[in-house]
């Protein structure tokens, strides 16, 4: 059975923590195992992994590369993208590795022609709709599974993609997709799909308190820090050109790890540890947006 699905809320500091129904779902996770490993067969080779780990962990644990879009390691899975369905013996349908606890005796198959075709799909939909030219992870995977988005396409049915930026506030910039926390989420159905703040109102009238941690799990660059938008915008956006400090946060006691993502000298953006026991990888204003006094600014 498939964990429940709950939502990340804003805590009074900003920071995304998980809803009362996440939190009891992770203790259900955390208290319903025995101590007993779990030995399942990924792709012929037997793998154990500890009771409560998901298929997807079990994958990371045996070296199987498996996409994920929806899923990060500091959310609560939700089971929205089924780009990391694997085959598994007994079950008709696909099933998302990404949430589904690891079974005794589960045999799966991560890269069969029905494992490699439902991704393949999932990331033509995914490219035939939204601009993933800055989603520079999806790109390897795009590739591999050979998928294109123009085959959707023709002379008459031209793709529409979301291409241009919509700019919702001065840090945060939604350039297509989604994100998955209490203040933003998708509206509407089908081509009417949006960002949108609950009853549409403005960012500054909605329940977001500027924490940028939406920024921080997109998996598609359609949420994008500032710093990193403009520097894209005037093609000086330079990953490869650039250093990460680890540093504590300086404005409070809570001890926040910070990554100081460093390129020319200049902080470009601030990031966190998504495996840190204090912050899971989530931030809040002051630690993520607050660095400028770094430069005198
Ligand atoms: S910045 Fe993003 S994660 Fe933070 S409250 Fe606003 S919409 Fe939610
Ligand atoms: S340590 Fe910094 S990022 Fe963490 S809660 Fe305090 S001010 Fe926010
Ligand atoms: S990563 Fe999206 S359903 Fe598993």
């Not at 067969?41 to 037997?46: F, H, Y």
């Amino acid at each position: 059975m498939s964990p429940r699905a709950a939502i990340a809320l804003p805590d009074s500091v900003g920071r995304v923590v998980m809803s009362p129904s996440a939190t009891a779902a992770a203790a259900d996770r955390a208290t319903d195992v025995s101590e007993t490993p779990v030995t399942l067969n990924i792709d012929g080779q037997p793998v154990e992994v500890a009771p409560g780990t998901t298929i997807h962990g079990a994958c990371v644990q045996a070296g199987v590369d498996t996409p994920t879009l929806c899923w990060a390691e500091n959310l609560t899975p939700v089971n929205v993208c089924r780009v990391c369905v694997v085959e598994l013996e007994g079950s008709r349908a696909l099933v998302p590795s990404c949430s589904r606890p690891a079974e005794d005796q589960m045999v799966v198959q991560t890269d069969s022609p029905r494992v490699r075709h439902s991704r393949r799909m999932v990331l033509e939909f995914l490219g035939s709709g939204v601009d993933l030219s800055q989603a520079d992870d999806l790109h390897q995977w795009i590739q591999a599974y050979g998928a294109d988005p123009d085959r959707y396409s023709d002379e008459n049915h031209p793709v529409e993609r979301v291409d241009e930026p919509v700019k919702i506030q001065d840090e945060l910039y939604i350039r297509g997709l989604l994100e998955n926390t209490f203040a933003i989420a998708v509206a509407g159905r089908g081509f009417d799909a949006r960002i949108s703040t609950e009853f549409d109102v403005t960012l500054p009238d909605s329940a977001c308190v500027y924490c940028g941690n939406c920024v921080g799990v997109c998996p598609t660059g359609a949420l994008q820090f500032k710093t990193e938008y403009d520097l894209r915008e005037v093609e000086e956006w330079r990953p490869e050109d650039q250093t990460v400090t680890r540093t504590v946060c300086s404005y409070c006691g809570v001890g926040c790890n910070l990554d100081l993502h460093v390129q020319d000298e200049r902080i470009v953006k601030v990031t966190s540890p998504a495996d840190h026991s204090v912050t899971s990888g989530h931030l809040c204003i002051k630690g993520r947006f607050g660095w400028q006094y770094v430069h005198g600014e």
